[in-house]
């Protein structure tokens, strides 16, 4: 059965079940595999990285010239994920086009949305001044008309390796059909998670031991290890110490579609704040709406045990030990020479 008429664009088959994709007039119509509703992967690419100083999404940094997100995506394809959304800017939608969706063709459906400063709610227009766009879940609000099914939701320049690709791809593929307010999040231990270049955001999570559901989380945009302990730089401007095995959000959560519903009344209440308008750099963070809907009773989030370690280049000076990681796995054996 037909689970919508929407013809996705930019793919040519899904080699891993043939059942999820037909051809007409040359292009490909996704279609829901009878009694199985593959989760989606929806990769965040919309930001330059002025940290880094570029296009970090789409720099060479496997031994045959893989991106970080080739990884992410072929973990994903194995985990079970049935279709690929990036979320981007226009200016550079030619060079992602050319340098991205092209190699993908033949493995997985494929769409692309776009994050602009000026995709607000009727009422709302960009405070004068303000050049920033509105952050990781404004991003996310940009995916409501092209995804439809339980989906992920990840950094394009964050390596997350294969157990968290895991863990998720099973948790959004056991929900029950027409799930709502069943989320998850990746749990990884702050201490893995710093670079050794300068500060970093993360978001500090507290749980239930028992029932393994997020209790609250906050996001802290500056984050090192000072000496032996990791501490974060609080809303006072002061530094705040806590254990190296604390669960931090690496943004890698995973929802049902009422969340995108969610996003947008909430977001309305965002902009309406006055400080929100008074701060050119505010912005709506994907912990800020999870804790909010788990405050309010909406929504539940599990937080999922992983092994993975992650690794990434939030500043030029960790490309070097990233590109050692990556060959390193390569000579492993874990992948392939020819990922797609």
């Not at 043939?18 to 007409?24: L, P, W, Y």
């Not at 069943?182 to 507290?206: H, P, Q």
């Not at 959000?249 to 309406?272: C, I, Q, V």
Request: glycine content about 8%; aromatic content about 12%; charged content about 25%.
């Amino acid at each position: 059965m037909v689970s919508s008429e929407k013809f996705i664009t930019f793919v040519s088959s899904n080699k891993g079940d043939a059942s999820d994709i037909i051809r007409r007039n040359n292009k490909y119509l996704y279609i829901k595999s009878i009694g199985i509703m593959k989760p989606t992967l929806f990769l965040l690419a919309a930001g330059m990285g002025s940290r880094y100083g570029g296009l970090k999404q789409l720099d060479t940094l496997g031994p045959q010239g893989q991106s970080i997100m080739d990884y992410s995506i072929y973990d994903a394809i194995q985990a079970g994920f049935g279709k690929i959304v990036w979320v981007i800017r226009r200016d550079f939608e030619q060079q992602f086009r050319e340098q991205i969706l092209s190699k993908y063709e033949g493995h997985v459906p494929c769409e692309l949305c776009f994050q602009s400063l000026d995709a607000l709610p009727e009422g709302f227009t960009v405070p004068e001044g303000r050049t920033k766009p509105w952050g990781t879940n404004h991003a996310v609000l940009m995916g409501e008309e092209v995804i439809k099914e339980p989906f992920a939701v990840l950094n394009c320049d964050d390596f997350y390796d294969r157990d968290a690709f895991r863990v998720m791809g099973k948790f959004l593929a056991d929900l029950p059909e027409g799930s709502t307010g069943k989320y998850a999040m990746v749990g990884f231990r702050v201490g893995n998670t710093l670079s050794e270049s300068g500060t970093v955001s993360r978001g500090v999570c507290e749980n239930d031991e028992k029932s393994h559901l997020l209790t609250s989380v906050v996001e802290r945009t500056k984050i090192e290890r000072h000496g032996d302990t990791v501490q974060y730089l609080d809303e006072n401007e002061e530094w705040v110490s806590i254990p190296d095995t604390t669960p931090v959000s690496m943004n890698f959560w995973g929802f049902t579609p009422d969340y995108f519903a969610h996003s947008k009344a909430y977001f309305r209440e965002f902009l309406s704040d006055p400080k929100n308008q008074a701060n050119l750099k505010s912005e709506f963070f994907i912990p800020l709406m999870v804790d909010t809907l788990i405050k309010q009773g909406k929504a539940t989030c599990e937080v999922l045990d992983t092994t993975s370690k992650w690794f990434g280049v939030t500043y030029p000076e960790d490309r070097p030990e990233v590109v050692a990681k990556l060959a390193a796995l390569h000579e492993q054996g874990q992948y392939p020479d020819k990922m797609f």
